[in-house]
């Protein structure tokens, strides 16, 4: 969940699909568009390479740019107009998809590197004879390597893993986007994050002691990357912030980590 340049695989798809009724979720974006009342007869969906920065789309070229020559590439261009622009930020390319006479392009927005794991999400819709709409929520962010995206009806399900200790999804219907949490049980946090948690967190909590001999709040001094990465995993239900905490500050007072399998069964719900 943590290695944000994983590179995804190349998904395509492509179903049958009958008109449902609308999410009960009140929607981000309420105006009305062209779009609103889309029904949908087949889906196609392509994951996209992270590193691809243009996209030939059936209404035009969309290229991601830098606004200024020493800037990070913060900009969208559809057939060499802008469309988008957050300065400062870091724009990519997740999915392609077609439904019908409408292509739908999710991108993303980052901060840069591991200090951010969070990418906030972005719809843009396109249409023939209409301007591009973007589409986006509050909530509309995710770990890259967790977001999935499935179709239901003429509705795009988004999972975006954890938020709070709740399963978070997204749905697109026609150009509303919801956002749904739901109460799950408590899990594993999963091998990969629980290593991490355990070689890389841990360890800066034994090194605090080197700065704090009264280690009183060793987590404190963690280095950007390190806190935005354990409150990343500490989104997921079966992360047990308590007992990190405790054995952070155990760690650093006797200058000694635990062994594996007892951090993983107290910190990550490992059973």
Request: charged share 20%; aromatic share 8%.
């Amino acid at each position: 969940m943590l290695k944000y340049l994983a590179h995804l695989s190349w998904v395509s798809a492509c179903s049958l699909l009958l008109l449902l009724t609308s999410c009960d979720n009140a929607p981000e974006n309420p105006a009305a568009s062209p779009s609103s009342n889309v029904t949908v007869l087949e889906t196609y969906i392509q994951a996209l390479e992270l590193e691809n920065e243009t996209l030939d789309t059936r209404f035009g070229k969309l290229q991601i740019t830098h606004s200024q020559p020493d800037s990070p590439p913060d900009s969208l261009m559809l057939n060499d107009k802008k469309i988008f622009q957050q300065e400062g930020f870091y724009l990519s390319l997740h999915y392609y998809i077609k439904q019908n006479n409408r292509d739908v392009v999710l991108f993303g927005t980052n901060c840069g590197g591991t200090a951010c794991p969070q990418n906030q999400f972005h719809f843009l819709l396109l249409e023939e004879d209409a301007d591009p709409i973007m589409v986006s929520h509050a909530d509309f962010n995710a770990v890259p390597e967790d977001l999935t995206v499935n179709v239901d009806g003429e509705r795009l399900l988004l999972d975006l893993g954890f938020q709070a200790g709740k399963h978070k999804n997204a749905v697109l219907q026609g150009s509303q986007l919801g956002i749904e949490l739901e109460t799950v049980p408590k899990s594993f946090v999963g091998e990969e994050n629980c290593r991490w948690l355990y070689e890389e967190a841990l360890g800066a909590c034994k090194e605090h002691r080197e700065t704090d001999g009264n280690c009183a709040d060793p987590q404190a001094s963690f280095p950007g990357y390190l806190t935005r990465g354990v409150a990343a995993v500490g989104e997921h239900p079966g992360f047990v912030g308590e007992s990190f905490a405790r054995r952070c500050k155990i760690a650093c007072e006797s200058a000694k980590i635990v062994d594996y399998p007892t951090f993983a069964k107290e910190v990550c719900s490992k059973s």
